[in-house]
């Protein structure tokens, strides 16, 4: 199984800070890398697939890079509603696997 | 628009079984993969199994391998979990969840989820 790690695993921050979350695969997985954002009691919303693609209606601050085993999720920006726990997620073999997480607060 | 809706979960002894029901809405059921992913409460996400658009074919995580079986009705435009010798730490709220037709990944739309507790 495909290992992902994120980090940092917490970030504080305030409005209108460029923030960047970092994704390390334990193996190259190419461009099969999707990123989430989630808040609490909700389901996952999808930002990011294929590393840079911007899912439809995703605010064009969000944007992700990266190829083999590194990836980032960088949001140019941060607005009030961004303050959210990210995922990254690999789709390049089964098991997928997600990585563990980092929770956005605000500082 | 597609929107899934999941149904089943419930308080559960352990070593008992449960189905999970998914049902999607839309004709375009059979174009699409779905999965389950799973969420236990304060933790993060965990992917647990997938089946193809015609349900021929289907993966599962290592720690539900033989447990659980994924499967699908596309008559009924239903997506299912059937779960045995359920343990406390299958307790999670449980996802549907799919990826886009004629696109490798990145689950685009997700049901509300329905919760599943282990104890005795």
């Known amino acids: 199984a495909i290992q992902l790690t994120q980090s940092p695993s917490s970030l504080s921050a305030s409005i209108g800070d460029r923030v960047t979350i970092t994704c390390r695969a334990g193996?190259?997985?190419?461009?099969?890398l999707a990123w989430y954002q989630q808040k609490p009691g909700k389901p996952p919303k999808l930002l990011i697939y294929?590393?840079?693609s911007l899912e439809s209606g995703v605010p064009s601050r969000f944007s992700g890079s990266g190829s083999g085993t590194d990836f980032t999720l960088t949001i140019s920006s941060l607005q009030p509603e961004d303050f959210a726990t990210y995922y990254c997620q690999q789709f390049n073999s089964y098991p997928y696997s997600f990585g563990q997480g980092t929770k956005l607060e605000i500082k | 628009q597609v929107q899934l809706v999941e149904s089943g979960g419930g308080v559960v002894q352990p070593g008992r079984s449960l189905r999970l029901s998914c049902a999607a809405s839309?004709?375009?059921?059979?174009?699409?993969?779905v999965h389950w992913v799973r969420q236990a409460p304060g933790k993060g996400l965990e992917w647990v199994a997938v089946?193809?658009?015609?349900?021929?074919?289907?993966f599962y995580a290592d720690s539900v391998k033989g447990r659980i079986t994924i499967s699908r009705d596309n008559s009924k435009n239903t997506l299912y979990l059937q779960m045995n010798s359920l343990r406390p730490d299958d307790t999670a709220v449980y996802y549907c969840?799919?990826?886009?037709?004629?696109?490798?990944?990145?689950?685009?739309?997700w049901g509300q989820g329905t919760t599943v507790t282990v104890s005795s």
């Open positions: 089946t193809s658009h015609e349900g021929s074919t289907s």
């Open positions: 193996q190259g997985i190419s461009s099969a």
């Open positions: 969840t799919r990826v886009p037709p004629r696109r490798l990944g990145g689950m685009d739309v």
């Open positions: 294929d590393v840079s």
């Open positions: 839309g004709s375009t059921f059979s174009t699409y993969a």
